[in-house]
């Protein structure tokens, strides 16, 4: 009888600690810092260790010498507005058929690179990037391992790869480029043999796009010639966390916002690698009149 | 969804009862959204939600303030909007469904989002049933902050223009800028509101249709048009010309009477 009613007077009390345990379970991925959908971080971004309100530096010289740096961005960026689209005059965006975007003569060059490989997995790949002879490109080399980290849950390991870091206007605003007037990407290459996939993002404006992908392959060769690899946008495919999608579409480049180009290596060779880069440009390939190299569905 | 961008339309337009007109907007709101988001690319899907938000967010402004006007004067008539409050949220939902600076963000993504002819009827048929509940309104609308937003829209559309690439994203600025003459007007003529509606939805109309049939939508490929389809791009040439306002061509008549009763308002 006793041991009835503590179990009964006990049963609100659980019946509360329930209901408690649901809401905070139901509340828990609001709480916590992770994102709600998945906790997959994409290869080249650092892992976020510190809150970002928690990096704020309250150093009063040091905000006046970054407000000065952004101010004169501004100023630069309003007088390239007067100039034209993209800060050229009208005619040079009309006739222009070949742009150079990337070309890797300083440090300064490099350190618009992020380079980073299956160390964040757990994995054993090693991959580094200096400057070639002469600062004459930028070489790209490492140590493809494709042993799979003992977590339990990785499958496949051993991949490289080195990011362009998104541009930036002034206050960390994002900065909008036209490459409609090109068709192909162009590069000037020395590799080892290796294939390597050329990925293209484009920021999308919605998290929900967060992981689409654009991208084709790289066939080097490993010769000691330099070789001028031309690949169109047009045999670009599309897929999202790493899976090709069914549907698939050209990739628009009216808006190359945070359009950050990639270069990977995973090609499940155990093996050092190397990859020399010139210069990575754009390029208007009159010659080439396919819209689009994959066949598209047509719903409804 | 033509057909129901026609009814929303309609029942719009023709509408006395606030409950009516808002139906009538949601109708053309949702018809239009899988017009936008037709090819599936993640920009369409993009132009799509950025559309949907805001004008969700303005039909629900609407509601609000016509909400606000039958609770403090107990009727629903369109005409009879009197309560201040109502007034100003009503601009602010108007502004934002068309477009006037400062809730005019969402127009150039969503138009070069979309495929031409889809954005011909964002730019024209969508625009008539807001611009109809202004014109019903417009007696008591504050005038100060219709001029303020026309004025600001008339030149933020005229400068954001100017470094664009994209043609679907020109005619966005102009269709702002367009939209801010209306404006300007409608709190002391508004039939030189209609007018300049009626105007510039033809010229606009024959823009997108020449761009369309010439499958022009940047700069670069309009500067080889020519050799394609002369007759068109010399027809082309007139049609923005008369958009831009100048003298001989139609599009200089509205602005002509807008700046004529403007001065008469000791405005200009």
Known sequence: MAVAVVLLSGAPFHGGCCRHKVFLSLLGPLLSNSKLYSSYRRPGAEPKKKLSWQNADFSFKKSIDHLKTQLSLLTKETQDYLQGPGGHPLSQHVLEQTRVLWQFRSQEDLNKWVISSDVEIGGKSKVYIKLGRNNQAALLYGTLNTEVPRDGETKYSGYCSMRSRPAVGSFNRKKYYDWSNFNSLYLRVRGDGRPWMVNIYTDPYFSHQKDDLYSYFMFTRGGPYWEEIKIPFSKFFFSSRGRVQDNQHPVWLDKASFLTLGLTIGDKVDGPFQLEIDFIGLLNDRAHREEFAYETYDKN | ?268
């Not at chain 2, 039909?59 to 303030?65: E, K």
């Not at chain 2, 909400?67 to 107990?74: E, H, L, P, S």
């Open chain 2, 1 to 268: 969804f033509t057909a129901s961008l026609l009814l929303g339309t309609t029942m719009t337009i023709s509408s006395n009862h606030w409950v009516m007109a808002w139906a009538g907007l949601e109708i053309n709101t949702l018809a239009i959204l899988p017009m936008i988001s037709k090819s599936h690319h993640p920009r369409a899907i993009e132009a799509a939600t950025k559309y949907f938000l805001t004008q969700a967010t303005a039909s629900a402004l609407l509601l609000f303030s016509s909400m606000i006007n039958a609770w403090q004067t107990g009727q629903w008539d369109i005409t009879q909007l009197t309560n201040p409050t109502s007034c100003l949220i009503l601009t602010s939902a108007i502004a934002m469904k068309l477009g006037l600076v400062p809730f005019h963000f969402w127009f150039p993504e969503v138009l070069q989002g979309t495929s031409l002819t889809t954005g011909l009827l964002l730019s024209t048929l969508m625009k008539f049933p807001p611009i109809t509940l202004l014109y019903m309104t417009s007696p008591s609308l504050n005038p100060t902050v219709l001029t303020f937003m026309a004025i600001l829209s008339t030149a933020l559309g005229g400068w954001m223009g100017l470094n664009q690439t994209q043609i679907r994203k020109i005619l966005a600025f102009s269709s702002i800028s367009h939209l801010g003459w209306m404006t300007i007007i409608i709190s002391y003529n508004p039939k030189l509101t209609l007018l300049n509606f009626y105007l510039y939805a033809l010229m606009t109309t024959a823009t997108f249709l020449t761009l369309h049939s010439t499958k022009a939508s940047k700069l670069s490929t309009l500067m080889t048009t020519w050799t394609k389809a002369p007759a068109l791009n010399a027809a082309l040439l007139l049609t923005l010309l008369s958009l831009a306002g100048l003298p001989p061509l139609t599009g200089f008549l509205p602005k002509w009477l807008i700046i004529q009763e403007l001065t008469k308002q000791d405005m200009a």
